[in-house]
T-cell receptor
Framework: NAGVTQTPKFRVLKTGQSMTLLCAQDMNHEYMYWYRQDPGMGLRLIHY???????AKGEVPDGYNVSRLKKQNFLLGLESAAPSQTSVYFC?????????????FGPGTRLTVT | AQKITQTQPGMFVQEKEAVTLDCTYDTSDPSYGLFWYKQPSSGEMIFLIY??????QNATEGRYSLNFQKARKSANLVISASQLGDSAMYFCAMRGSTTDSWGKLQFGAGTQVVVTP
């Protein structure tokens, strides 16, 4: 099992450019999440999905869009990148949504917006 | 609203010694889960240990144990017999049970641990 994979691992964008980050999981997990990690702030939830075709906003959703067309994939889009979106992005998935279920994380994508 | 606080930005510990990482939380949810994750310099997030709010006993996983004091709202991680490979950032996280917090992990700012020979 590959677990949770993310594509790409690194990316540099210019302000105003768009891009899509792909997350894939092979554990048949129902729930998927996108986080961003900034220095000194821990991880913050951007958007999440409770199943194929459903998405919901997290703590910091502005400037991002997501789609979950297939159960195993969760896409994070930046339509017009801004320097404030320079961050490390993590995707995660979990079997359930209850308090007991741990989240499995991908390796992260380091994005720089100049 | 949920909040996780890790007051130790960084700490040094000698190899083979034990280290305690502090975590306090605030929530009004009737039940919740507490997690610790390790992030080495390579960047991946590694799940270490879980404690449920209704669990009677403190969780243990190998060299990791969680000192859970519900009344004080603290969930400290104890690493026994530190190894050089334990050098990493450690995050405390919480997941609640109400509609607003359902499924969402709230993270603390993390504690950087450096293990010295």
């Amino acid at each position: 099992n590959a677990g949770v994979t993310q594509t790409p691992k690194f990316r540099v964008l210019k302000t105003g450019q768009s891009m899509t980050l792909l997350c894939a999981q092979d554990m048949n997990h129902e729930y998927m999440y996108w986080y961003r990690q900034d220095p000194g702030m821990g991880l913050r939830l951007i958007h999440y999905s409770v199943g194929e075709g459903t998405t919901a906003k997290g703590e910091v959703p502005d400037g991002y869009n997501v789609s979950r067309l297939k159960k195993q994939n969760f896409l994070l889009g930046l339509e017009s990148a801004a320097p404030s979106q320079t961050s490390v992005y993590f995707c995660a998935s979990s079997y359930g949504q209850g308090v007991v279920y741990e989240q499995y994380f991908g390796p992260g994508t380091r994005l720089t917006v100049t | 609203a949920q909040k996780i606080t890790q007051t130790q930005p960084g700490m040094f510990v000698q190899e083979k010694e034990a280290v305690t990482l502090d975590c306090t939380y605030d929530t009004s949810d009737p039940s919740y889960g507490l997690f610790w994750y390790k992030q080495p310099s390579s960047g991946e997030m590694i799940f270490l240990i879980y404690q449920g709010s209704y669990d009677q006993q403190n969780a243990t996983e190998g060299r990791y144990s969680l000192n859970f004091q519900k009344a004080r709202k603290s969930a400290n991680l104890v690493i026994s017999a530190s190894q050089l490979g334990d050098s990493a950032m450690y995050f405390c996280a919480m997941r609640g049970s109400t509609t607003d917090s359902w499924g969402k992990l709230q993270f603390g700012a993390g504690t950087q641990v450096v293990v010295t020979p």
